[in-house]
């Protein structure tokens, strides 16, 4: 991927490194954010930004309003190994384009992202 890359936001670096792979061998560039504010910090320069719900401190959905209030415009994918039934109702109210649950088929999530990359022009 010639353009920016994706933010990847966890608090996991090992969910971090392998996503990262994945991405890579799709030809996708990454930048990694372990902490909210360092998302905060990076979302400027990102095409797109998978966030995981579980952070320490401030949560995805919150982390999720406030790249949308600093204007961040590229999708937004929340992923989560334990969501509840209304997660996706509410994770879409906090202004995110998907949700992914984990364990995720690599597939899919590729194929999401490049689905919204691509009806932002990305």
């Known amino acids: 991927m010639a353009?920016?890359?994706v933010?990847?936001?966890d608090d996991d670096p090992d969910i971090c490194e392998f996503l990262g792979l994945l991405l890579a061998t799709e030809g996708l560039a990454s930048a990694v954010a372990p902490t909210?504010?360092?998302a905060l910090a990076s979302v400027g320069g990102a095409a797109a930004v998978?966030?995981?719900v579980s952070m320490p401190g401030v949560?995805?959905?919150e982390l999720c309003r406030r790249m949308r209030a600093s204007g961040f415009a590229g999708p937004i994918l929340?992923?989560?190994a334990r969501p509840s039934p209304d997660l996706p109702r509410r994770a879409a109210e906090a202004g995110?384009?998907?949700f992914v649950r984990k364990p995720f088929e690599n597939a899919e999530l590729v194929g999401l992202l490049?689905?919204?990359l691509a009806a932002r022009g990305g």
């Open 3 to 5: 353009g920016p890359p």
């Open 50 to 52: 998978l966030l995981d």
């Open 96 to 98: 995110a384009d998907g």
């Open 114 to 116: 490049r689905q919204h």
């Open 78 to 80: 929340i992923v989560s």
């Open 7 to 9: 933010l990847l936001v």
């Open 59 to 61: 949560d995805g959905l």
């Open 36 to 38: 909210p504010e360092d």
